[in-house]
């Protein structure tokens, strides 16, 4: 049976249209785009889970909204004062901890149009002079054609950012609304006709796109989009916003097929620009976002080694890679061995790869930002950088053992597990200086043989856990438990 499709329901909450009362006059500056950007973030938290529910593509994996939710979160976390009357600024600062929050297709997606607005928002000598305010001739209106500018170079970002872009998602719609924008208009009244026809025309566009059109549901990146709009025109106009995004569908997605996308998600945050096309080759819904020497990038892949090593090693900073689907309850895994981080996240957990260009900010606020309450590091000095950044070193252990398709906690890691290194194939003579166990955990560098390990467990009566091959180091990493 064909799913039936998710039209929005009719809105409870529609802002003021210029014939009526709003309130209080506001500018478009700096406090009015913090003021947006905790609005917003606030709303799109309530909503979220109905945007979740709509995520078919580019993988239905249920955190469209959540996503860009976390996006949000960190860019509002640094509008902190003293603020700059300065939209422009206030912007960028927005964009800037977006981009180094940005999580999943649709954060990165986001932070490309965060991106864009600040640079239309910067003043424009060539620009007209802003047409006369409703309110009388003697007053002028410096914000509509400023805004109007801002979001059509938004959608430009968004776009910008999308290595191979697809009819009927969030892109068309961002363009739609800045395409309708009409700087005459007043700041309360400049959003109220181009929203209301993007949600008018929601369903339609959504059909453009096959995955959403065979899934029967609107697209989950534009209704956030739509959402985050509808808070900035409410705010223009005066107007409370605890009802904005009402109209959204509470159903859950209709059925859908839809075919392998890569069984990671990859995000980088490096130094230099990303080629999109390469990026691309490596997997699906590839995202590039930056400027300057501050670049996000995001890939659904198969090969998370091949991603990374689009980054030269001392342009990363600091890289996510975790399971696409599944679970994804276990710990931080904080490892510089791409080869192995692909390893466990297939086990579950979050793995954080620092590279050549990181700080100890961007490894913290990484670690951080996973709230998860396990964190592993695959190597003593990695585990001594992390624990002086938790402030906890016993939560920092050498997690090169894993049972039972999960990974130890770190107090066992730490009090339970003798561990020992040789660059010798055969692991004989190394195993051998470690006492008895139930488990034997062992890590081989790519390439080495496994048979031999794989005979000595069955020798000594032990469970064997093989994790990675690692894509440098010791021939063997083994551990006993």
């Not at 109905?50 to 955190?63: E, M, T, Y």
């Not at 309110?135 to 950012?161: F, H, I, N």
């Amino acid at each position: 049976m064909a799913a039936q499709e998710h039209q929005p329901a009719q809105q409870q909450h529609r802002p003021p249209g210029p014939d009526q009362h709003v309130g209080p006059a506001v500018r478009l500056d700096g406090a009015l785009v913090r003021a947006w950007a905790v609005a917003a973030t606030g709303r799109l938290r309530e909503v979220a889970p109905r945007i979740d529910a709509l995520n078919v593509f580019p993988v239905a994996d249920a955190d469209t909204g959540t996503n860009v939710v976390h996006t949000l979160v960190g860019g509002a976390a640094g509008l902190v004062d003293p603020l700059p009357d300065d939209p422009a600024e206030v912007a960028r600062r927005l964009a800037t901890g977006a981009r180094h929050h940005a999580r999943g297709s649709s954060g990165v997606i986001l932070a490309g149009w965060l991106t864009g607005l600040a640079e239309g928002l910067v003043p424009c000598a060539e620009s007209p002079r802003p047409p006369a305010a409703p309110d009388g001739p003697d007053q002028v209106d410096t914000g509509t054609d400023r805004l109007a500018r801002a979001l059509l170079s938004a959608a430009r970002g968004a776009r910008r950012a999308v290595a191979e872009p697809w009819p009927g998602t969030v892109l068309e719609v961002a363009e739609q609304v800045a395409a309708e924008v009409d700087p005459r208009e007043s700041l309360a009244a400049l959003l109220v006709g181009p929203l209301s026809r993007a949600r008018a025309d929601l369903a339609e566009t959504s059909r453009r796109h096959p995955v959403l059109r065979e899934a029967g549901v609107v697209d989950a990146g534009a209704c956030a989009l739509l959402v985050a709009l509808e808070v900035l025109a409410a705010l223009l106009a005066g107007q409370p916003v605890d009802h904005v995004g009402d109209w959204l569908p509470d159903a859950e997605p209709g059925p859908h097929r839809h075919g392998s996308d890569g069984a990671f998600e990859v995000m980088l945050d490096v130094t230099v620009e990303v080629d999109r096309a390469r990026l691309a080759s490596t997997g699906t819904a590839a995202a590039v976002v930056g400027t300057g020497d501050d670049w996000r990038t995001h890939v659904h892949t198969d090969d998370p080694v091949g991603a990374v090593a689009l980054v030269p090693p001392d342009a990363l900073r600091v890289g996510l890679v975790r399971a696409v689907l599944g679970d994804r309850s276990g710990p931080v895994v904080v490892t510089d061995d791409v080869h192995l981080a692909a390893w466990y996240a297939a086990a579950g957990a979050a793995v954080v790869v620092p590279g050549g260009a990181a700080g100890r900010a961007d490894l913290a606020e990484t670690v951080a930002a996973l709230k998860r309450g396990c964190v592993l590091a695959t190597d003593p000095r990695l585990a001594d950088l992390v624990g002086a950044l938790t402030g906890d070193p016993v939560r920092a252990a050498v997690a090169c053992v894993a049972v039972d398709e999960g990974l130890v906690t770190p107090e066992r890691a730490v009090r339970g597990v003798r561990t020992v290194e040789t660059d010798d194939p055969d692991p004989t003579g190394a195993l051998a200086g470690l006492p008895g166990g139930e488990v034997l955990t062992a890590v081989p560098r790519v390439g080495v043989d496994t048979a031999v390990v794989r005979s000595l467990a069955e020798a000594r009566g032990l469970d064997l856990v093989l994790v990675g091959a690692a894509g440098s180091g010791p021939a063997w990493r083994l551990g006993v438990e």
